[in-house]
């Protein structure tokens, strides 16, 4: 009997602007099953999340398809909680539904990282060097360009979110990239769809390379 996946996001699920557009990188019959940081959790406990100085500033996506920002150090341990909660049952993988970059989670079951993964895909097709990054918010360039260099890249970041989504925005940000030397540019969060990808491909004629495509085909290979 095949496993199923677990895919845990750091707003709330379920995420209906992913997992019906990915699902089928999978074998048929895959059961994914979903779980979000700030299920269940008022406004005023989801405010108490905000980043304050000094905080790495993440963004994910409510139920009611609204953005919500948080800092990646006040939902880190809920993450792990959650992942405890998962160990308790049987899994073939659980994917963090975000490109940010997260310190290793303690789990039995193996825990997909996307932040690693994009960032090693992406070095075994570009051999290093320098890369556009379209990231939601302007205050998330700095962590993203400091995950990339770890890598090997340098990095040229533009702003356009993917929730609060205008066409505008994103048109304009790849243009910018298009004007400079980097390989490809990259739609750095798990956010950002398909559509978003051909819009942003009429805009330039480097590659554009989606997260949520790669990594849910490279962790189907584990199902």
């Known amino acids: 009997m ?16 992913l997992i019906p557009f990915v ?6 019959g895959t059961e994914i099953v979903e779980r979000g940081v700030l299920d269940g959790r008022t406004e005023t406990e989801m405010a108490s999340l905000a980043p304050e100085r000094g905080e790495t500033v993440l963004v994910s996506r409510l139920r009611n398809g609204k953005s919500v920002i948080m800092a990646k150090e006040k939902i880190e341990p809920a993450i792990q909680t959650i992942i405890d909660e998962l160990n308790r049952d049987t899994f073939a993988a659980i994917l963090l539904a975000c490109t ?47 995950k990339w260099k770890e890598a090997g890249f340098a990095t040229a970041a533009e702003a356009a979110s993917p929730y609060d989504f205008q066409e505008s925005a994103l048109i304009e940000a790849v243009k910018r990239l298009d004007q400079t030397d980097a390989k490809a540019i990259v739609l750095d969060c798990i956010g950002y769809t398909e559509e978003m990808k051909d819009l942003a491909k009429k805009h330039t004629a480097k590659p554009v390379i989606l997260p949520r495509s790669l990594i849910f085909r490279l962790l189907a290979e584990l199902l």
């Open 2 to 17: 095949r496993k199923p996946v677990a895919v845990v996001t750091i707003g709330q699920s379920p995420r209906t602007d």
């Open 100 to 146: 940010g970059k997260f310190r290793p989670f303690a789990s039995k079951i193996p825990v997909v990282c996307p932040d690693y993964l994009l960032c090693q895909a992406v070095k075994g097709l570009l051999e290093g060097g320098k890369i556009g990054l379209i990231v939601p918010l302007k205050e998330q360039a700095g962590s993203a360009e400091e």
């Open 23 to 28: 699902c089928h990188f999978f074998p048929e």
